[in-house]
């Protein structure tokens, strides 16, 4: 079935240090990627939303010069901490939605990125 | 703008009861509402999806109800086990097209 992996499952960095995360949609072609963010105990906040080879749209909120966003293409979608510092700490989680092999609308989460900036 | 609210925030239950959480949203005009279930660290696996012409689904020992016009979702969990232990969110999607707008999630412990 289709599914979202990312890459890397965790990652710790020395302040102002910038990082990459990377989200692909497997088996299915994601025509938009969503970017949340959760805080221990809180629940996900959208961060931004990606449509392929366009700019992305950002919450209210969130900066976009800090966490830059790519989708070059159908199958790939990048999140760059820039500047990291100790409070962008957190669980990054992407979610891609397409039409899965059966032609149908979905969305699909991928495990998430665990971030630590020391 | 939408908002949705899970109630209550944390549950503990013993083994063996089956148990309801519930999900509040403000704008009744949606187009699917989902639950989740995160495990502490992990992403997020889907539970059940209920569309807006629907009124419940079920997954095994997971039953999901939906009352569109109350603005209201309830996820049953019968005879619960200490492996149902995580923290549970739905979320609502307007429409096709449109992002979900989560709850703040339901954090269930199932002691054994």
């Known amino acids: 079935g289709a599914v979202v992996s990312q890459h890397p499952s965790r990652v710790i960095c020395k302040s102002g240090t910038s990082v990459k995360i990377e989200c692909r949609s497997l088996?299915?072609?994601?025509?938009?990627m969503f970017w949340y963010r959760q805080f221990p105990k809180q629940s996900l906040m959208l961060m931004a939303t990606s449509n392929e080879g366009s700019k992305a749209t950002y919450e209210q909120g969130v900066e976009k010069d800090k966490f830059l966003i790519n989708h070059a293409s159908l199958t790939l979608s990048t999140l760059t901490v820039t500047s990291a510092h100790p409070e962008d700490s957190s669980f990054y989680i992407c979610?891609?939605?397409?039409?899965?092999?059966?032609?149908?609308?979905?969305?699909?989460f991928g495990p998430g990125t665990r971030l630590t900036v020391l | 703008k939408q908002e949705v609210t899970q109630i209550p925030a944390a549950l503990s239950v013993p083994e063996g009861e089956n148990l309801v959480l519930n999900c509040s949203f403000t704008d009744s005009a949606i187009y699917n509402l989902q639950w989740f279930r995160q495990d502490p660290g992990k992403g997020l696996t889907s539970l059940l999806l209920?569309?807006?012409?629907?009124r419940e689904q079920t997954s095994g020992r997971l039953n999901a109800s939906l009352d569109k016009s109350s603005g209201r979702s309830t996820l049953y969990i019968a005879a619960s086990q200490p492996g149902d232990s995580a923290t549970y969110l739905c979320a609502v999607k307007k429409n096709a097209g449109n992002m979900l707008t989560f709850g703040g999630g339901t954090r269930l412990m199932v002691k054994p």
């Open positions: 209920i569309q807006s012409s629907q």
């Open positions: 979610s891609a939605r397409g039409r899965n092999q059966q032609g149908r609308d979905t969305q699909y």
């Open positions: 088996d299915f072609q994601a025509t938009t």
